[in-house]
């Protein structure tokens, strides 16, 4: 079985602050790890992802995940918030090839003035 | 660069209506996916195809029905329409062959059953 869990459904920072938007996973089988972006009444954009090659993820916008093993964790970082970046932040895991996407409950990100 | 292209983009049935909605995948992507995503609530996979076969099934009712033609594209048929229904219709596409199976997602079709 396969889950993604992401804690904290909303998170506000102020602008130019560390955003810290948390991704842990549960798979039987080595996972494919990604983060999408949706702002309102759009579709799914990709920010990056992680296929088992390096562990440190690099992404659009400025963006990055580290994937960490033993912590089950996918975490996305961003140095300095941008009020563009404001957005819904959804992490979702794929057990392989042709596999669906399962996707986590998602994260709200505001970004104060 | 061509994206998923996903038609209509907003819809308005009534209840026990049926509706239609349309998928066209990037050109030379092997696979078609469908999330329903309710308000406030991440995207739950409905259903995909493999080279126009049905290749996974999720959480789709019994009264919706999903097929891929052979020039790839694909339709998601709801029947017997229910409020519940509300919600952004994704349509994703992949290429297989590319590997790390990354989908990009269509802008969505919002389904408003009234």
């Known amino acids: 079985a396969q889950s993604v869990t992401q804690l904290g459904s909303h998170v506000s920072v102020s602008e130019g602050a560390l955003v810290l938007l948390r991704c842990n996973y549960s798979?039987?089988?080595?996972?494919?790890l990604f983060w999408y972006v949706q702002y309102p009444n759009q579709g799914l954009q990709l920010l990056l992802k992680?296929?088992?090659?390096?562990?440190l993820v690099k992404g659009i916008n400025g963006f990055e995940a580290e994937f960490k093993k033993s912590e089950t964790s996918f975490h996305l970082t961003k140095p300095s918030a941008h009020m563009s970046d404001a957005a819904e932040y959804f992490c979702?895991?794929?057990?392989?090839?042709?596999?669906?996407?399962?996707f986590g409950a998602g994260t709200i990100l505001r970004v104060k003035s | 660069a061509a994206g998923v292209i996903q038609s209509p983009r907003h819809l308005i049935k009534e209840k026990r209506e049926t509706a239609t909605l349309k998928c066209y995948p990037i050109?030379?992507?092997?696979?078609v996916y469908w999330y329903q995503q309710g308000p406030g609530q991440d995207p739950q996979f409905l259903i995909s195809?493999?080279?126009?076969?049905?290749?996974d099934k999720g959480s789709i009712p019994d009264r919706f029905s999903a097929q891929q033609f052979s020039d790839y594209h694909s339709e998601l048929n709801m029947s017997s329409l229910e409020l519940g229904d509300s919600a952004l219709y994704f349509c994703?596409?992949?290429?297989?062959?590319?590997?790390?199976?990354?989908?990009?997602f269509g802008a969505g079709s919002r389904l408003t059953v009234l």
């Open positions: 994703a596409s992949s290429r297989i062959s590319t590997g790390a199976n990354v989908l990009t």
């Open positions: 798979s039987s089988v080595p996972p494919y």
């Open positions: 992680y296929t088992s090659a390096a562990t």
């Open positions: 979702a895991l794929s057990g392989g090839y042709g596999n669906k996407l399962v």
């Open positions: 050109p030379r992507h092997d696979t």
């Open positions: 195809f493999y080279e126009k076969m049905q290749s």
